[in-house]
């Protein structure tokens, strides 16, 4: 079993910028890839950006989210800048360990315009 606890998430005008962090605990040893996926009000998640063999991300956000690693923490971060108001969603992270696909509780994201 693999947990995720997600933080950083909170309210930001446009414009502005958020860092989210994510730890991983348990069966961390066995982690390939993690990333972020999003969901908003009345939409169904989407996936923002992933980093495991290869980084990706979707388009939506190239050019001003950025994700990052920490292996010796069990960490993956994702640094989101130019924030727009259609970036507003809940912000879960996700972890694939030994083929199982784990997910975090979820923080929640709010820009403003």
């Known amino acids: 079993q693999v947990q995720l606890v997600e933080s950083g998430g909170g309210l930001v005008q446009a414009g502005g910028s958020l860092r989210l962090s994510c730890a991983a605990s348990?069966?961390?040893?066995?982690?390939?890839?993690m990333g972020w996926f999003r969901q908003a009000p009345g939409k169904e998640r989407e996936f923002v950006a992933w980093?495991?063999?290869?980084?990706n991300y979707a388009d939506s956000v190239k050019g001003r989210f950025t994700i990052s690693r920490d292996n010796a923490k069990n960490s993956v971060y994702l640094q989101m800048n130019s924030l727009k108001p259609e970036d507003t969603a809940v912000y879960y992270c996700?972890?694939?360990?030994?083929?199982?696909?784990?997910w975090g509780q979820g923080t929640q994201v709010t820009v403003s315009s």
């Open positions: 980093s495991g063999g290869s980084t």
């Open positions: 348990g069966r961390t040893f066995s982690i390939y890839g």
């Open positions: 996700t972890a694939d360990s030994s083929g199982t696909r784990y």
